[in-house]
């Protein structure tokens, strides 16, 4: 079984200790102001550190600080 080519790569799904770039947010409203507020904008460099031990949150870099973002927040990231 192979993974759909339509299907985006999103933050949720990058491994730790890999640098991706944000290519667009998904969603809309608050949720997609409070990523946006967070830094992880369009272009943006984000470095997965680690994940918690059951697997929420992710602890990420962008532009020099370390955020912790939920999973369900990290799939309306894609990047690239």
């Known amino acids: 079984m192979h993974q759909d080519s339509t299907a985006q790569r999103t933050l949720k799904d990058v491994s730790v ?3 991706v770039t944000v290519k667009r947010l998904q969603g809309a409203g608050a949720i997609k102001r409070r990523l946006m507020d967070m830094g992880l904008t ?9 994940v918690a031990p059951l697997g929420d949150p992710l602890e990420v870099t962008v532009r020099g600080f370390e955020l ?13």
């Open 42 to 50: 369009r272009g943006a460099q984000v470095h997965v550190r680690k």
């Open 17 to 19: 200790g890999e640098t």
């Open 68 to 80: 912790s973002v939920r999973k369900a927040d990290a799939q309306m990231v894609e990047v690239g």
